[in-house]
């Protein structure tokens, strides 16, 4: 009779415990966060990001990907450069996806996520609405809004904010700047570097909490897996689909660095400036027009990329300190005899001054490989402008 109520309790139990598994996962959903590793171009030097789900339920396997724009749109060229280019969500199979990176030798590590039935439902609807036409495009901001900050909203909103917390910490005091560094030394791209902090504004300075560290691939995936709520891991498993197999950039020689350009350059006009001969200062005068012409016209699409286009990340440029529009037309005074128009550029190389403290303030404001040209601006400015003083006052 024992042996009777003891089987009868297991059978019940084996079933409860079957009815419980059933409606776990009764939506037949499987869904994971796809990180890909960096590649060699600019364009995937930061990694990517996208959501993968397996509906075993109808036997799809598709990964949704918000990082999509149409290179062949007639006017991409001048949507990407005034920041109006769209990009949006797309969807593809899973087997098609792999192959790309597989095919670039690029890693792909999948996290598969811990969200009940209802939460999987709530997620796979909002990428159903998201991939209609009508509300697939997005304006694309590379700091704020874009393919990874996407599916961050979309892990992360879920459920109410006290639910998922990202607790992995920051490195002190980041900014969204140093983060790109990361990746861009890394792939020893000192031009590359140069040029985006050129371009990238005083937002880029702002300090980071976890959440917004976020807008890098990498740092979602560590974000998710540091995460829990009520107890419970955001990732359920990890794993590598696909190992990194791409060689290891190497460091590139000083001498083919923006530190080395600019040095030389600041080495050539102190020498050429010393010499005293009239062969030499009309090389000079050559070599003055160049130099402010050059930085003029680099402030003008400073400017225009403020300004003219739709780029937030490119706001409150304090380049612009030094790369002066106005260089453009006082280089047409440099060999005027009334000094009172040439006086613009003493003044001028006081204004260069003022980036020494910003450097101590603000340290990745301003590329470091551009101090020697800075300091070369103001010099070549006090010495025009000293010049203009003496003769401005023999001629009063």
């Not at 990238?200 to 995936?221: H, K, R, T, V, W």
Request: glycine share 6%; net charge positive; with cysteine.
């Amino acid at each position: 009779m024992k042996g009777i109520k003891r089987a009868i309790s297991i059978f019940v139990f084996g079933c409860i415990m079957m009815q419980a598994s059933a409606q776990s996962d009764s939506c037949k959903l499987r869904i994971s966060l796809l990180t890909c590793s960096p590649g060699s171009e600019l364009y995937s030097v930061f990694g990517h990001s996208a959501l993968r789900i397996i509906d075993s339920a109808v036997g799809t396997d598709i990964v949704y990907n918000f990082g999509t724009f149409n290179f062949g749109d007639p006017d991409f060229y001048s949507k990407f450069v005034m920041g109006r280019l769209m990009y949006y969500v797309n969807q593809e199979s899973f087997s098609s996806f792999k192959a790309e990176y597989e095919y670039d030798r690029r890693g792909i590590i999948e996290q598969v996520l811990s969200f009940n039935c209802a939460e999987k439902k709530s997620i796979q609807e909002k990428l159903f609405i998201n991939v209609r036409e009508e509300n697939k495009y997005y304006k694309y901001d590379f700091l704020k809004d874009n393919c990874t900050t996407r599916l961050r909203d979309i892990i992360f909103g879920v459920r109410n904010q006290q639910a998922y917390r990202a607790l992995f910490a920051t490195k002190t005091n980041s900014s969204y700047r140093d983060y790109l560094h990361v990746y861009l030394d890394k792939a020893n791209m000192d031009w590359t570097k140069l040029g985006i902090d050129l371009l990238i504004g005083l937002d880029g300075e702002q300090i980071m909490n976890s959440n917004e560290a976020m807008y890098l691939p990498d740092y979602l995936m560590k974000g998710v897996s540091a995460s829990e709520g009520r107890g419970i891991k955001l990732v359920l498993a990890e794993n590598n689909l696909l190992p990194d197999l791409q060689s290891k950039s190497t460091e590139n020689p000083f001498i083919q660095t923006p530190l080395f350009f600019f040095l030389l350059l600041f080495v050539f006009y102190i020498v050429i400036g010393n010499l005293k001969s009239v062969r030499f200062e009309k090389i000079k005068r050559i070599l003055d027009v160049f130099l402010f012409s050059l930085t003029g016209l680099l402030g003008f699409i400073l400017l225009f990329m403020w300004l003219g286009t739709d780029h937030m990340s490119f706001r409150h440029n304090v380049n612009l300190i030094w790369a002066m529009p106005l260089n453009v037309v006082a280089v047409f005074f440099l060999g005027d005899k009334n000094a009172k128009f040439k006086k613009y550029f003493f003044y001028y190389s006081i204004l260069t001054l003022f980036i020494i403290p910003l450097i101590f303030i603000l340290p990745e404001a301003i590329n470091p490989a551009l101090y020697p040209l800075i300091i070369l601006l103001s010099y070549r400015s006090w010495i025009i402008g000293r010049n203009d003083k003496k003769t401005l006052k023999q001629s009063v």
